[in-house]
């Protein structure tokens, strides 16, 4: 069986919810990624922060980056899976809330992150194809 922690990009790192999109954004090129998991004071997720939020949602509406929380883009309820959960958990979570990236969680502790990228090791052609194709269908 092959779980999300075999298949995840281990070692994802948190943004705190009080830390900046500039210091985001800084984080996010340090660590070559394209998304952060955000953590409440206790380190548990309470959103995840893309670099497309930072630019359509704060940069490409007239706000200052520096000025503008991790917080306040979190939006929804966050997504995450068990690092034991099998592959095809993996891929009905991501499908059914047309997510690109999803974090894995181990003993309430963030070990790891999900993305295309991830997938498409371990996934035949005919899979990538019909997984891609499901979550960017229209809502």
Do not use: F
């Not at 954004?25 to 394209?34: H, S």
């Amino acid at each position: 069986m092959t779980t999300a922690g075999d298949i995840m990009h281990p070692g994802a790192q948190w943004i705190p919810e009080d830390a900046t999109l500039d210091r985001a954004a800084q984080l996010m090129r340090e660590l070559d990624v394209g998304a952060l998991p955000i953590s409440d004071a206790n380190e548990r997720l309470c959103g995840i922060l893309t670099d497309r939020d930072i630019v359509v949602g704060c940069v490409a509406m007239g706000h200052d980056p520096s000025q503008v929380t991790a917080h306040e883009m979190a939006k929804g309820t966050p997504r995450w899976i068990d690092a034991g959960a099998d592959i095809s958990e993996v891929l009905e979570e991501m499908r059914g809330h047309q997510i690109r990236r999803l974090p894995v969680i181990e003993n309430k502790r963030l070990v790891g992150m999900i993305s295309e990228a991830d997938l498409a090791g371990h996934l035949t052609d005919d899979q990538m194809a019909d997984w891609t194709e499901s979550i960017t269908a229209q809502r």
